[in-house]
């Protein structure tokens, strides 16, 4: 363990003489990269059921570097797990491969021209909202569904835009059986009409998937309703804006597929997306809407895991910084549900202080299964709904303060049974800036619930001396109340350093089991007491 720790200190050290993009010569491109290296040291902890890995050490670490001469580019990143943090399905993943901490290097090479571009390796890309395809990479999640293979496209002027894309798709440490392609079309009607005033875009798509290790004497597919080992998807979005007014629209049609590798039977899928929004002056408002019936589209049919996903289906709901505001994030239903969230914003400015002003913003969102065989009761039930209004006010240069009150109703089986947990949550933020270098920000948190775990308490307190220093300290209490909960403790506490393009944090705590979310999509996180190591750099 302490070999593996020195190696992340070392890295951190090399890392740090990497301040600028490197030329290569008047005519020889540039090099350009990142490092980024996350590890932890595991504690037994008497206070918490879950015991320390073997080996008591995890280290996620990813180098990555690109040239770029010209239109020409390239690029290449190796990722390193010694071993994979804990709740990082990867990990299960490396168990059973040759080179057991090192996943297949990703890597690209691209020419872009005026009018078209080719690019032939690891592809990252999206197709409309994700919906029907979405591949990127979220470390935070250990999620990586890129294609390697070859992407083409090329642009009209301003009326039309086309790609296409083919390839295998990546699925954790390795590329799947499965070979995925498909092309995006793009018109500017406003521009082909004459349209000025704003945009008017008709869009369409098509994706899919031949899962390459299928068989026709596969029972158990065949069981289930997948008599074929070819899968297709296809959307058509109409887009508009018009003086700060926007419309987004969307439509999928999917084939019979298993939504997820648990399915009992294979079912043809759909999904519908409205976005609204509009902006005037200090007032902006925001309203989503969707329906997901069957839309979870899997990599592989013989694999597993959250990354096991071809398309994006985030949670749309607000998704919060505060600690007891996210202790149980909505989890998106794909094989029914329908629902949307809607967003109010108004600024008030004084006239005569530029640094006093009021910020006030509302927030309501709401999911409902979609089909009534969902729920043992037989009707729909009510997955989320979070009712929440956040005021922020600068009072002057030096101090603003902003307070957040969230009503939380979740069900915890999916819709299956009827029944919801309540949460009102209370938040208090106060920053005070002492001069230009120094600020200190501390946070109150209270949850209250007569369900589930009970009541919360939490607070951070956080100094900041710029450019380089972070100190913070943080706390998380379960209560309970009426014989519910637990009466844990989770504290943590650190510090970080910038210096140019290097940041490096050492941490030490006890964290909660739970969800750990990124952009709306979410995984689960096993409770674990220790140090924590987490260094950035670029060059």
């Known amino acids: 363990m302490k070999r593996h720790l020195l190696c992340a200190i070392a890295l951190f050290v090399a890392s740090a003489t990497a301040t600028a993009q490197i030329q290569l010569g008047e005519k020889g491109g540039s090099l350009s990269g990142s490092i980024e290296s996350n590890s932890i040291i595991y504690l037994n902890d008497k206070g918490l059921s879950t015991p320390a890995p073997e080996g008591y050490f995890g280290s996620n670490n990813y180098l990555k570097v690109d040239y770029t001469n010209g239109r020409f580019s390239a690029g290449l990143q190796f990722d390193i797990y010694s071993p994979a943090l804990q709740g990082y399905e990867i990990g299960e993943y490396l168990a059973g491969a040759k080179f057991k901490r090192i996943a297949y290097p990703m890597k690209y090479f691209k020419w872009q021209d005026k009018n078209y571009s080719v690019m032939l390796g690891d592809i990252f890309d999206q197709f409309g909202n994700g919906l029907?395809?979405?591949?990127?990479?979220?470390?935070?999640?250990?999620?990586?569904?890129?294609i390697e293979g070859l992407r083409a496209t090329y642009n009209f002027n301003r009326y039309l835009a086309i790609k296409v894309l083919y390839g295998r798709p990546r699925l954790y440490n390795t590329y799947a059986g499965s070979w995925s392609g498909g092309a995006d079309l793009s018109v500017s009607l406003g521009d082909i009409i004459g349209f000025k005033q704003g945009g008017l875009y008709l869009e369409a798509s098509y994706v899919n998937r031949y899962e390459g290790l299928y068989k026709q004497a596969?029972?158990?597919?065949?069981?289930?309703?997948?008599t074929s080992p070819l899968l297709n998807m296809a959307s058509g979005r109409l887009n508009f804006d018009i003086a700060g007014l926007t419309f987004r629209s969307e439509y999928v049609y999917k084939g019979k597929d298993l939504s997820t590798a648990a399915a009992s039977e294979a079912k043809r899928g759909q999904a519908a997306y409205a976005e609204l929004g509009y902006s005037y002056k200090r007032f902006s408002f925001s309203a989503t809407a969707r329906m997901l019936d069957n839309m979870g589209t899997l990599i592989s049919l013989y694999g597993t895991g959250t990354g096991n996903a071809l398309n994006y289906l985030p949670a749309l709901t607000r998704q919060y910084t505060y600690m007891l505001a996210n202790l149980n994030p909505y989890q998106v239903n794909a094989e029914g549900e329908f629902g949307g969230q809607a967003d109010v914003y108004y600024t008030y400015r004084s006239k005569s202080d530029r640094y006093r002003y009021w910020n006030f913003h509302a927030n309501y969102s709401t999911y409902y299964t979609l089909h009534k065989a969902q729920s043992k009761s037989g009707q729909r039930e009510r997955l989320w709904q979070d009712i929440n209004f956040d005021i922020e006010r600068q009072w002057s240069k030096r101090l603003k303060t902003t307070i957040l009150y969230s009503f939380q109703e979740w069900n915890p089986y999916h819709g299956y049974h009827h029944r919801t947990y309540v949460s009102n949550i209370f938040v208090a933020d106060v920053q005070y800036k002492f001069d230009r270098k120094?600020?200190?920000?501390?946070?109150?948190?209270?949850?209250?619930?007569?369900?589930?775990?009970?009541d919360w308490v939490a607070a951070l307190v956080e100094f900041n001396l710029a450019p380089h220093w972070s100190i913070y300290a943080s706390d998380m209490y379960n209560i309970g109340r009426d014989g519910l909960g637990t009466k844990k403790n989770y504290y943590n506490a650190g510090f970080s350093y910038t210096y140019n393009r290097t940041r490096i944090q050492l941490s030490y705590g006890r964290n909660r089991a739970g969800y750990i979310c990124s952009g709306g999509v979410c995984r689960y996180q096993p409770e674990y007491t220790g140090f924590n190591l987490a260094i950035t750099s670029s060059f």
């Open 132 to 146: 029907i395809l979405r591949t990127f990479e979220d470390r935070q999640l250990g999620f990586n569904n890129s």
């Open 218 to 226: 596969d029972a158990d597919l065949v069981g289930r309703g997948m």
């Open 438 to 454: 120094k600020s200190l920000r501390v946070e109150a948190q209270y949850l209250l619930s007569g369900e589930y775990e009970g």
